[in-house]
């Protein structure tokens, strides 16, 4: 009896390989494109939850219902983008990455885009290193990290007028500002979604108004809701979910 492998054409094994390699080309580019480049197949860590609820401070009021797909988005931005240690910072810890990806996933709550799949790389400075440039490269965000306080916060909010932008919105600032980063690069959606809203809004550059905005949508909803209910209307229905809604902490 002949072996099976024996009728099998030698050009069979080539194109075989060629297909599968072509296969799995075509699913890393999908996957790069929705920002998730790793597979990942098992329940949100338990120490990593720890993470969310000590450094992420609007994750304690989230609704339930909101968790498990938060926490996958923050599963795909831990495995999709590349941590960068710069200046002298020597290493990104995994509570670093962790608190870095709830901070940003918190404006991806109910969206199914992908996850910030412009972003490639995530820079991190040591607090205050004046080398840090937040808008220097499109595929990157480039923060500074606190390890006492474990916060990455964007270095261009040092340089905006962004609490005189708040008041004119009618609220004020948190410290630290953890969101404004990714409210940045999320700008031209809500400006291509809302022309001219941001001008409107308050005086200053159209990503900083943008940044106090969804900061005070986040921190302080009822404020921003109370004062300029047109821009919180705006801004519910790009973020697709409604904090001014989320009771106290749970």
């Known amino acids: 009896m002949r072996p099976v492998f024996a009728s099998i054409s030698p050009y069979f094994y080539p194109v075989a390989i060629l297909l599968f390699l072509l296969a799995w080309w075509l699913v890393m580019r999908l996957r790069r494109a929705a920002g998730v480049w790793r597979l990942r197949y098992y329940a949100f860590p338990r120490p ?8 992420v401070s609007r994750y304690e009021w989230m609704p339930w219902e909101l968790r498990a797909p938060y926490q996958d988005k923050v599963l795909q ?3 999709g983008k590349r941590f960068q240690p710069c200046g002298e910072l020597q290493e990104v810890t995994e ?5 870095i990806g709830g901070n940003a996933c918190m404006l991806l709550l109910n969206e199914t885009f992908g996850c910030f799949p412009d972003v490639l790389t995530v ?3 040591p607090h205050g290193d004046p080398n840090a440039d937040g808008g220097a490269r ?17 270095p261009r909010d040092a ?7 708040a ?4 609220g004020t600032l948190p410290q630290p500002l953890l969101l404004t980063a ?3 690069v999320r700008t031209g959606e809500f400006e291509k979604a809302h022309p001219g809203l941001l001008e409107q809004s308050a005086g200053g550059e159209v990503a900083d108004v943008f940044a106090a905005a969804t900061e005070l949508f986040y921190a302080s909803p009822a404020d921003l809701r109370k004062q300029r209910p047109s821009l919180y209307d705006a801004l519910r229905h790009f973020y697709l979910v409604d904090p001014a809604r989320w009771s106290v902490k749970r």
Do not use: C, M, N
């Open 77 to 79: 931005f831990f495995d």
């Open 95 to 99: 509570q670093a990455r962790i608190v």
């Open 159 to 165: 340089r905006a007028p962004l609490a005189d932008i």
């Open 48 to 55: 990593w939850l720890k993470f969310l609820h000590r450094y």
């Open 138 to 154: 499109s595929s990157a965000v480039a923060l500074w990290w606190d390890e006492a306080k474990q916060q990455a916060t964007d």
């Open 182 to 184: 990714w409210a940045r």
């Open 123 to 125: 820079q991190l400075f």
């Open 167 to 170: 008041r004119q919105l009618g």
